[in-house]
């Protein structure tokens, strides 16, 4: 089926998967919405499950999720989630924004995190334990909201998403939709697609253009949900709903993602099925796993038994992607975000050469040597017919920034040396790949294009400390081969 852009398929939607649209033309005003932006880069935490079976990654900062990325770790699929709070006629929070907030790891070695964001005064807090899906791929925030005496039956919970599917702010159209009696929201770019609801169910949905129609400017308004519009097509928008909170005041919210609208719909409907306390236990026993056995001078030297350096192990983990292995991006995060739009969709979600095989020499480092030996592979099936390296690119080669940083190309060199040395080549030959980099690097060096901070060309300390050391792993590979002359040029 085509994507929903248009909706002239409700019709056909409606009788084959038994989903309603909740309400009948009734479009959001304000089309297409203010200009798109990122979040912020920094962050405080980032969560994914070990398993190559959940392709998803999520961000946090400032007590709220940020971006999420699917299917690949390089593809940005959501702007940010968070909580709105409203009693209707004193005051309007968004979590981000009005509350002060505390972030804790759930385990030690786990990637998954406890928030807490208190009201400052005093009037509520909600502790979020956030994980996704062991095996799939959907995001799961669940909730305990506390309130004062007070203020009970009183406050009322709401749940904002902008979506951003297919590294876009423009462009995506959301519904609010019945699945036999639950109203849960979706939103499609292209081939793109998101679900969320939530295991106590929504209240009152709606969707519409960021600045104009959206939920978050409905009750900034007058601390009142207004409106309840059931599609948003084509442009900057939100979802929103509200949280019909139990009387235990505990539920989970999900959003998952997937490349067809049955598929995210299935995918939530079936986490969601399953308590989450089963979906934790499942989530921290693979990052336990993940980190058994590491025991070396690392560990043993440090004044926390090895906390920190276990923890750094996974972090590195993470950030390889789960399909295409052995491709490591710099970071999950969008530097100065917060001014980018829909021109400039790059960030630190892309491959650099120099962050990969820092990253995959920190790995080696706490004796972990499957990943770096991945990367290298990844390295050579990259590399460019003349022996040199994009300055950057997606996890499938194609390349964003081309600029030329020497010290990009000698550190696939130095990374081969390594794992030669650490005996975990296995059965590959890097010679063929570190040779032609070698050649790069003697036909264009020692002065760079590009220093390692991509701003300065000329002769860089950083650049020529990896250009020579990479020439000198290129020569001892050379003497191995017996090709004396080329090892002593």
């Excluded at 007070?150 to 749940?159: L, V």
């Excluded at 409905?218 to 929103?240: C, R, T, V, Y």
């Excluded at 860089?460 to 004396?484: K, M, Y």
Aim: aromatic share 10%.
């Amino acid at each position: 089926m085509e994507n929903l852009n248009s909706y002239e398929f409700s019709d056909t939607i409606e009788k084959s998967t038994g989903m309603t649209f909740a309400q009948n033309d009734n479009t959001a005003f304000g089309h297409p919405g203010i200009q798109p932006r990122w979040a912020r880069s920094d962050k405080d935490g980032i969560v994914c499950a070990y398993s190559a079976s959940s392709p998803i990654w999520a961000t946090l900062s400032s007590g709220v999720v940020n971006e999420v990325y699917f299917p690949s770790i390089d593809s940005p699929q959501i702007r940010d989630l968070q909580f709105l709070l409203t009693d209707g006629e004193t005051f309007f929070h968004d979590e981000r924004r009005d509350t002060e907030t505390e972030t804790i790891r759930l385990s030690g070695t786990a990637l998954g995190y406890r928030i807490i964001n208190r009201d400052r005064a005093e009037r509520y807090s909600i502790e979020k334990r956030i994980i996704v899906a062991p095996h799939a791929a959907c995001l799961l925030i669940h909730t305990k909201v506390t309130i004062a005496p007070d203020w009970q039956g009183k406050i009322k919970i709401f749940a904002l998403l902008a979506p951003h599917l297919d590294l876009g702010g423009y462009g995506n159209s959301g519904r609010v939709e019945r699945l036999q009696e639950r109203l849960l929201l979706t939103a499609n770019r292209n081939d793109n697609w998101l679900a969320m609801d939530c295991s106590c169910g929504f209240a009152r949905a709606s969707c519409g253009y960021v600045g104009s129609s959206d939920g978050w400017t409905d009750l900034a308004d007058n601390k009142q949900m207004d409106w309840e519009f059931s599609s948003a097509p084509d442009g900057n928008i939100a979802l929103m709903a509200e949280v019909n909170l139990p009387s235990s005041n505990e539920f989970c919210l999900a959003v998952s993602l997937g490349r067809n609208r049955h598929g995210a719909v299935a995918t939530l409907i079936e986490s969601l099925a399953i308590p989450f306390e089963t979906h934790l236990r499942k989530f921290l026993a693979q990052w336990d796993r993940a980190s058994a056995g590491r025991s070396n001078d690392l560990m043993s030297q440090s004044s926390d038994g090895g906390s920190l350096m276990r923890r750094s192990h996974n972090l590195l983990l993470a950030h390889e992607d789960k399909t295409c292995h052995g491709a490591m991006i710099a970071s999950l995060s969008i530097p100065w975000g917060e001014a980018k739009g829909d021109e400039d969709f790059g960030g630190y979600h892309l491959v650099w050469t120099r962050d990969l095989v820092n990253s995959a020499t920190g790995l080696m480092a706490a004796g972990e040597m499957g990943t770096p030996f991945r990367a290298l592979i990844y390295l050579a099936s990259t590399q460019l017919a003349d022996g040199g390296f994009y300055q950057n690119f997606w996890i499938d080669g194609q390349p964003y920034w081309i600029g030329i940083q020497l010290d990009e190309v000698a550190y696939p060199i130095i990374l081969a040396w390594r794992l030669k040395l650490a005996n975990s080549l296995q059965e590959f030959d890097p010679w063929p790949m570190v040779k032609a980099a070698a050649g790069y690097l003697v036909r264009h060096g020692p002065a760079t294009h590009q220093d390692r901070w991509e701003e300065n060309s000329g002769y860089s300390p950083s650049t020529l400390a990896v250009h020579i050391s990479g020439l000198v792993c290129a020569s001892c590979f050379a003497a191995e081969r017996g090709e004396t002359k080329l090892a002593t040029y």
